[in-house]
C-alpha cells in the first residue's frame, strides 16, 4: 500500500470511530502510515534563551503530520475526539525545565519507538479505541475510553503497591511520546478507564489528570487524607487543579477556602457553592511572615480556625505562606511548582508545630478509578471552559501559560464539533446543564 492510500484508508478508519463503528468493521479497516498532532520539533530546542521574557509557547507548538507508531503488546491505539490542554504542555513547549527530548531518548534505550525528532504532547484524552496489542484482555475496538496519565511498568515491583513508585513512572504525552493531542494516539491498557455516558467527548476529556491528581491529594491514603469538618486552604481554586479540589472538599464534608485572583473568578467559585472566597490581590506580598499572618489571619476571621490542610502546586509564590497558614499538626500537600521550583519557607513553622509537607504526583490507577467512577455517577463535574480546535493547540497552550482560563482548556481533535458522544440523556437531564456547563458560562 502507497503512502497516499494508507493516508485515505486512515480518513476512513478516523471517520467509522466518529460514526460509532462496530468492532469488526474498526479491525478491518487499515491504519495510517501517518496522522495529525501537536507536536514539538527537537530541532526548536533553543528557540529560547534566558533573556526571554516571554517564551510564547505559539513559536514551538506545531501542529501537522507525524509518523504513526506500532502498538506494543499491552497498549492500544485510540482514535481521539477531544484532548485537553495541562501545564505540562507548557512546560514542553518551552522546554523548561529541561527538553522533553531528553526524556524521550532516557526512554528509548528501553523502548527506541519513543525516541523520534519529534514530541506529540498531551496528557489528557478521550476516544474510541481502534487496535489493541495481543496481551490486552479487557478492551476491544470500538469502546469508548478516556485516560489516565500514568503511564507504569507492571513488571516493577513497587508498582504493585502504588504504581507512581514504581522507578519507571512516566508521565504520558509529557515524559512518553505519542500523547492525546493528536487524532491518534498509543496509551497502555492500564490506562484506560470507561468514558462518563452522560459527558461530551471535550467533557470527558478535560478530567483526568486534574481530578485524579486533587484526588489523590486530598481524598487517597497517600495524600492528606481529609476527613469531615477539615477546613482546606485551596490556591486556584476555580483553576484547572482547584476546581476538582473545591467538589472533592464539598463532596467528603469539608470546609472549602477558595483563593482566587479576581472578582470574576470569585464569583464562580461561589457559584460552585464554594462558601468562603479570598481574593488574592488582597495580599499581592507573600513573600514575608507580614504577608503570611495577613492572610491567615484572614481564615481565621472567615472559618474561625487554621486550614488543617493547604492544597499546593503554585509553588515559590505562595508556598512559604502556605507552610505558614497551616495549623498546628496539619498538612501541605503539594503537586507542582507552576510559579517556580525554588521555595524558600520559615522551618521553625513547620517544625515547632509539627505540620507536615506531603509530595504527590499524579494519581495511580485505582486512585483514577475512583475518580472517573465519582465523575460517571455525576457527583464530580467537568470544568471545562473553553474549547480549541486541534489546529489551534498553540492558542489553546497560550492561554493557560497566560493563566487567562479558568478550569480546563479542551482541543477538539477527531470529533467534528461540540456536543458529540452523550449516550445517556437522562442522567445529563437530572444532573442539569446549568451544573454540567458552569465553567462555559464564567466570563
Given at each position: 500500500m502507497t503512502r497516499a492510500q494508507a493516508q485515505v484508508t486512515g480518513q476512513e478508519l478516523a471517520q467509522a470511530a466518529v460514526a460509532g463503528a462496530e468492532s469488526a468493521e474498526l479491525e478491518r479497516l487499515e491504519v495510517p502510515t501517518v496522522y495529525r498532532a501537536a507536536h514539538l520539533r527537537k530541532d526548536d530546542v533553543g528557540t529560547f534563551d534566558q533573556h526571554d521574557q516571554d517564551k510564547d509557547v505559539r513559536r514551538?507548538?506545531?501542529?501537522?503530520?507525524?509518523?504513526?507508531?506500532?502498538?506494543?503488546?499491552?497498549?492500544?491505539?485510540?482514535?481521539?475526539?477531544?484532548?485537553?490542554?495541562?501545564?505540562?504542555?507548557?512546560?514542553?513547549?518551552?522546554?523548561?525545565?529541561?527538553?522533553?527530548?531528553?526524556?524521550?531518548?532516557?526512554?528509548?534505550?528501553?523502548?527506541?519507538?519513543?525516541?523520534?525528532?519529534?514530541?506529540?504532547?498531551?496528557?489528557?484524552?478521550?476516544?474510541?479505541?481502534?487496535?489493541?496489542?495481543?496481551?490486552?484482555?479487557?478492551?476491544?475496538?470500538?469502546d469508548r475510553v478516556v485516560t489516565s496519565p500514568a503511564y507504569v511498568d507492571g513488571e516493577d515491583p513497587a508498582g504493585q503497591q502504588d504504581g507512581m513508585l514504581a522507578a519507571d513512572l512516566r508521565a504520558w504525552g509529557f515524559e512518553t511520546n505519542f500523547g492525546g493531542l493528536a487524532d491518534f494516539a498509543v496509551v497502555k491498557a492500564t490506562q484506560l478507564l470507561p468514558k462518563p455516558r452522560h459527558l461530551t467527548w471535550e467533557e470527558a476529556a478535560c478530567n483526568m489528570l486534574c481530578a485524579s491528581t486533587a484526588y489523590r491529594m486530598l481524598v487517597g491514603e497517600r495524600g492528606a487524607r481529609m476527613k469531615q469538618g477539615d477546613v482546606v486552604l485551596l490556591w486556584g481554586a476555580t483553576g484547572g487543579l482547584g476546581g476538582y479540589g473545591v467538589q472533592l472538599v464539598r463532596n467528603g464534608g469539608?470546609?472549602?477556602?477558595?483563593?482566587?485572583?479576581?472578582?470574576?473568578?470569585?464569583?464562580?467559585?461561589?457559584?460552585?457553592?464554594?462558601?468562603?472566597?479570598?481574593?488574592?490581590?488582597?495580599?499581592?506580598?507573600?513573600?514575608?511572615?507580614?504577608?503570611?499572618?495577613r492572610l491567615g489571619a484572614e481564615v481565621r476571621r472567615l472559618v474561625g480556625e487554621d486550614p488543617a490542610i493547604v492544597f499546593e502546586h503554585t509553588g515559590r509564590e505562595t508556598f512559604g505562606a502556605s507552610v505558614y497558614v497551616a495549623r498546628r499538626g496539619g498538612s501541605v500537600v503539594t503537586c507542582g511548582?507552576?510559579?517556580?521550583?525554588?521555595?524558600?519557607?520559615?522551618?521553625?513553622?513547620?517544625?515547632?508545630?509539627?505540620?507536615?509537607?506531603?509530595?504527590?504526583?499524579?494519581?495511580?490507577?485505582?486512585?483514577?478509578?475512583?475518580?472517573?467512577?465519582?465523575?460517571?455517577?455525576?457527583?464530580?463535574?467537568?470544568?471545562?471552559?473553553?474549547?480549541?480546535?486541534?489546529?489551534?493547540?498553540?492558542?489553546?497552550?497560550?492561554?493557560?501559560?497566560?493563566?487567562?482560563?479558568?478550569?480546563?482548556?479542551?482541543?477538539?481533535?477527531?470529533?467534528?464539533?461540540?456536543?458529540?458522544?452523550?449516550?445517556?440523556?437522562?442522567?445529563?437531564?437530572?444532573?442539569?446543564?446549568?451544573?454540567?456547563?458552569?465553567?462555559?458560562?464564567?466570563?
Amino acid at each position: 500500500m502507497t503512502r497516499a492510500q494508507a493516508q485515505v484508508t486512515g480518513q476512513e478508519l478516523a471517520q467509522a470511530a466518529v460514526a460509532g463503528a462496530e468492532s469488526a468493521e474498526l479491525e478491518r479497516l487499515e491504519v495510517p502510515t501517518v496522522y495529525r498532532a501537536a507536536h514539538l520539533r527537537k530541532d526548536d530546542v533553543g528557540t529560547f534563551d534566558q533573556h526571554d521574557q516571554d517564551k510564547d509557547v505559539r513559536r514551538t507548538l506545531h501542529v501537522g503530520e507525524v509518523p504513526m507508531p506500532e502498538p506494543a503488546e499491552d497498549e492500544v491505539l485510540i482514535a481521539v475526539m477531544a484532548s485537553a490542554i495541562n501545564y505540562n504542555t507548557v512546560w514542553s513547549a518551552t522546554f523548561e525545565p529541561v527538553p522533553t527530548f531528553a526524556f524521550l531518548e532516557r526512554f528509548g534505550r528501553t523502548d527506541p519507538r519513543h525516541d523520534l525528532p519529534t514530541h506529540v504532547l498531551g496528557s489528557d484524552a478521550a476516544g474510541v479505541i481502534v487496535r489493541t496489542g495481543r496481551a490486552v484482555r479487557r478492551w476491544r475496538a470500538g469502546d469508548r475510553v478516556v485516560t489516565s496519565p500514568a503511564y507504569v511498568d507492571g513488571e516493577d515491583p513497587a508498582g504493585q503497591q502504588d504504581g507512581m513508585l514504581a522507578a519507571d513512572l512516566r508521565a504520558w504525552g509529557f515524559e512518553t511520546n505519542f500523547g492525546g493531542l493528536a487524532d491518534f494516539a498509543v496509551v497502555k491498557a492500564t490506562q484506560l478507564l470507561p468514558k462518563p455516558r452522560h459527558l461530551t467527548w471535550e467533557e470527558a476529556a478535560c478530567n483526568m489528570l486534574c481530578a485524579s491528581t486533587a484526588y489523590r491529594m486530598l481524598v487517597g491514603e497517600r495524600g492528606a487524607r481529609m476527613k469531615q469538618g477539615d477546613v482546606v486552604l485551596l490556591w486556584g481554586a476555580t483553576g484547572g487543579l482547584g476546581g476538582y479540589g473545591v467538589q472533592l472538599v464539598r463532596n467528603g464534608g469539608g470546609i472549602p477556602v477558595g483563593v482566587v485572583s479576581s472578582r470574576e473568578k470569585a464569583d464562580l467559585l461561589r457559584r460552585m457553592g464554594c462558601p468562603y472566597v479570598i481574593d488574592r490581590s488582597q495580599f499581592e506580598d507573600l513573600s514575608d511572615e507580614k504577608g503570611w499572618r495577613r492572610l491567615g489571619a484572614e481564615v481565621r476571621r472567615l472559618v474561625g480556625e487554621d486550614p488543617a490542610i493547604v492544597f499546593e502546586h503554585t509553588g515559590r509564590e505562595t508556598f512559604g505562606a502556605s507552610v505558614y497558614v497551616a495549623r498546628r499538626g496539619g498538612s501541605v500537600v503539594t503537586c507542582g511548582s507552576s510559579s517556580g521550583y525554588d521555595h524558600t519557607y520559615d522551618n521553625r513553622h513547620l517544625w515547632m508545630k509539627l505540620k507536615r509537607i506531603i509530595g504527590s504526583h499524579g494519581a495511580n490507577y485505582q486512585e483514577c478509578h475512583e475518580v472517573n467512577r465519582l465523575i460517571s455517577l455525576g457527583l464530580i463535574h467537568p470544568t471545562l471552559s473553553a474549547v480549541y480546535p486541534l489546529e489551534r493547540t498553540g492558542e489553546a497552550a497560550r492561554a493557560v501559560q497566560l493563566n487567562r482560563h479558568v478550569g480546563k482548556v479542551g482541543v477538539l481533535a477527531l470529533a467534528p464539533g461540540e456536543g458529540l458522544g452523550v449516550e445517556d440523556h437522562a442522567l445529563r437531564e437530572r444532573i442539569g446543564e446549568d451544573r454540567l456547563r458552569l465553567f462555559r458560562t464564567a466570563p
